[in-house]
Nanobody, 114 residues
Framework: VQLQASGGGLVQAGGSLRLSCASSRSIRSTTFMGWYRQQPGKQRELVASMPRGGITNYADSVKGRLTISRDNSKNTVYLQMNSLKPEDTAVYYC?????????WGQGTQVTVSS
């Protein structure tokens, strides 16, 4: 199974980006999907998740600004990022657990300038 993450880039503070994570396998029966980020010198942290059942969860630092969603027809999970702040600068990774194991995307860099 392969996950292809895309959509990162350089944006000014207050701007928006949408990250995509395309799966080579159907995501209809996944047990968990999440977006993580890793900032320089820090551990990877979970910022948005969608476990089975569809109830989304967010880190306090991103609540109200980031939204995780899915399109089963495209086998893709998204992270809509609005009102971006310089402290959102990080490499963002998607993670999907299909029930028999999980896979990571390759990471996409998001840089927010002040």
């Amino acid at each position: 199974v392969q996950l292809q993450a895309s959509g990162g880039g350089l944006v000014q503070a207050g701007g928006s980006l949408r990250l995509s994570c395309a799966s080579s396998r159907s995501i209809r029966s996944t047990t968990f999907m999440g977006w993580y980020r890793q900032q320089p010198g820090k551990q990877r942290e979970l910022v948005a998740s969608m476990p089975r059942g569809g109830i989304t969860n967010y880190a306090d630092s991103v609540k109200g600004r980031l939204t995780i969603s899915r399109d089963n027809s495209k086998n893709t999970v998204y992270l809509q990022m609005n009102s971006l702040k310089p402290e959102d600068t990080a490499v963002y990774y998607c993670y999907i657990n299909y029930g028999f194991g999980g896979n990571w995307g390759q990471g996409t860099q998001v840089t927010v300038s002040s």
